[in-house]
């Protein structure tokens, strides 16, 4: 009975049936393989996965991103190699060889592009796990990986059409040419990339930070290849282009170690001699007692100028801090104390007043 099988099985495929049992054999064998490490590392990945959602940030488990890897990546391309050797094992019609290799080129291409794009992403996210990363950098590299890894989809796909037989040569050389023509078109475009390489390597600001460009202020919320995303204070999102943004002034205010302060003082001019002579003194001590925030310094008080209807008194003094709400604190609390020392010495603030004089009337002469 055995033996008619084998016989039909051999009049069926003729005088290669050997040969096509033989890479069935492999292909089959191999393939239960593949599925039993396939489950096994899909229990495993996801026994770590619930491990990990009870962990902390800091506490998260190094072997899940390569688990996933092997189980996504690795495991179809030994599939992949055992079709080719299946494949090699038998002697198809020139037809079928030349379809199953493109098929099996196609599919390689993939997965090798992807493998690698997996690869990267693998290293990314382990460097930015150490502790001497800098994290403030993951964020603005996530866009410079994007291009990378459509870069990586263009030239597999370049190696691809090689492979298929296509002359490539000729095609690069035509998108030499014509990415002349694409470049001119696309010059926008390629100045706000150049514009995000400068801000990458710059480094003029950073995520989180607030700055002032040209009549708008905001928060740096995201840095684009193309654009970047600005929150301004009344609380929508500005979109700007890079080269815009660089090709702007920045007043960068997360990066200012202190915050200088100027202001100034209008008194009456029926204020007295000896008052006059202690605001400077009077200001100093105050600005010296802010309880807001150690570390106010005092700079100066001077009696500045005679203005047209006041006294003009000018103080400067420095905030150990970039928050605009810890210098409005600040500026809150001295202003409160000078109103109230000033009425405690019954020194008048000045305001615009005008006087006019009048000339009495002459008696007309009789």
């Given at each position: 009975?055995?033996?008619?099988?084998?016989?039909?099985?051999?009049?069926?495929?003729?005088?290669?049936?050997?040969?096509?049992?033989?890479?069935?054999?492999?292909?089959?064998?191999?393939?239960?393989?593949?599925?039993?490490?396939?489950?096994?590392?899909?229990?495993?990945?996801?026994?770590?996965?619930?491990?990990?959602?009870?962990?902390?940030?800091?506490?998260?488990?190094?072997?899940?991103?390569?688990?996933?890897?092997?189980?996504?990546?690795?495991?179809p391309l030994l599939f992949l190699g055992l079709?080719?050797?299946?494949?090699?094992?038998?002697?198809?019609?020139?037809?079928?060889?030349?379809?199953?290799?493109?098929?099996?080129?196609?599919?390689?291409?993939?997965?090798?592009?992807?493998?690698?794009?997996k690869g990267i992403e693998l290293a990314f996210?382990?460097?930015?796990?150490?502790?001497?990363?800098?994290?403030?950098?993951?964020?603005?590299?996530?866009?410079?990986?994007?291009?990378?890894?459509?870069?990586?989809?263009?030239?597999?796909?370049?190696?691809?059409?090689?492979?298929?037989?296509?002359?490539?040569?000729?095609?690069?050389?035509?998108?030499?040419?014509?990415?002349?023509?694409?470049?001119?078109?696309?010059?926008?475009?390629?100045?706000?990339?150049?514009?995000?390489?400068?801000?990458?390597?710059?480094?003029?600001?950073?995520?989180?930070?607030?700055?002032?460009?040209?009549?708008?202020?905001?928060?740096?919320?995201?840095?684009?290849?193309?654009?970047?995303?600005?929150?301004?204070?009344?609380?929508?999102?500005?979109?700007?282009?890079?080269?815009?943004?660089?090709?702007?002034?920045?007043?960068?205010?997360?990066?200012?170690?202190?915050?200088?302060?100027?202001?100034?003082?209008?008194?009456?001019?029926?204020?007295?001699?000896?008052?006059?002579?202690?605001?400077?003194?009077?200001?100093?001590?105050?600005?010296?007692?802010?309880?807001?925030?150690?570390?106010?310094?005092?700079?100066?008080?001077?009696?500045?100028?005679?203005?047209?209807?006041?006294?003009?008194?000018?103080?400067?003094?420095?905030?150990?801090?970039?928050?605009?709400?810890?210098?409005?604190?600040?500026?809150?609390?001295?202003?409160?104390?000078?109103?109230?020392?000033?009425?405690?010495?019954?020194?008048?603030?000045?305001?615009?007043?005008?006087?006019?004089?009048?000339?009495?009337?002459?008696?007309?002469?009789?």
């Amino acid at each position: 009975m055995d033996m008619e099988i084998l016989t039909t099985i051999g009049d069926f495929f003729g005088e290669n049936g050997a040969l096509y049992l033989q890479a069935l054999l492999v292909v089959g064998l191999g393939l239960v393989v593949l599925l039993i490490a396939n489950a096994i590392l899909k229990k495993q990945i996801k026994n770590l996965e619930e491990k990990s959602a009870e962990m902390d940030a800091k506490g998260s488990i190094r072997s899940l991103p390569v688990l996933r890897f092997f189980q996504r990546i690795a495991l179809p391309l030994l599939f992949l190699g055992l079709v080719s050797i299946g494949v090699e094992m038998v002697a198809f019609d020139e037809r079928i060889q030349s379809t199953v290799r493109a098929s099996f080129a196609i599919l390689m291409t993939i997965i090798i592009v992807r493998s690698i794009n997996k690869g990267i992403e693998l290293a990314f996210s382990r460097h930015f796990e150490k502790e001497y990363a800098n994290h403030e950098q993951e964020k603005n590299l996530k866009p410079l990986l994007s291009l990378l890894k459509f870069i990586l989809w263009i030239i597999g796909f370049v190696f691809l059409l090689a492979n298929l037989g296509f002359n490539v040569t000729t095609a690069i050389a035509g998108l030499g040419v014509g990415g002349i023509a694409v470049a001119i078109a696309a010059q926008g475009i390629l100045g706000d990339l150049f514009s995000y390489f400068v801000i990458f390597l710059d480094k003029p600001f950073a995520l989180g930070d607030f700055i002032v460009f040209g009549d708008k202020l905001g928060v740096v919320e995201k840095i684009g290849i193309k654009s970047s995303r600005i929150r301004v204070l009344s609380g929508e999102l500005l979109i700007i282009s890079n080269s815009d943004l660089t090709s702007s002034r920045i007043h960068n205010y997360k990066q200012m170690k202190r915050r200088r302060v100027v202001f100034t003082l209008d008194v009456t001019y029926q204020t007295s001699q000896e008052h006059v002579e202690q605001i400077p003194a009077m200001i100093k001590s105050i600005v010296e007692s802010v309880e807001v925030i150690e570390g106010v310094t005092f700079d100066r008080s001077h009696f500045q100028a005679f203005g047209n209807f006041s006294l003009v008194f000018e103080t400067v003094y420095y905030v150990p801090s970039p928050d605009y709400t810890v210098y409005m604190n600040v500026q809150q609390e001295i202003y409160q104390k000078i109103y109230k020392t000033f009425n405690e010495k019954g020194i008048e603030f000045a305001y615009p007043t005008q006087k006019i004089y009048t000339v009495p009337e002459q008696p007309s002469p009789v």
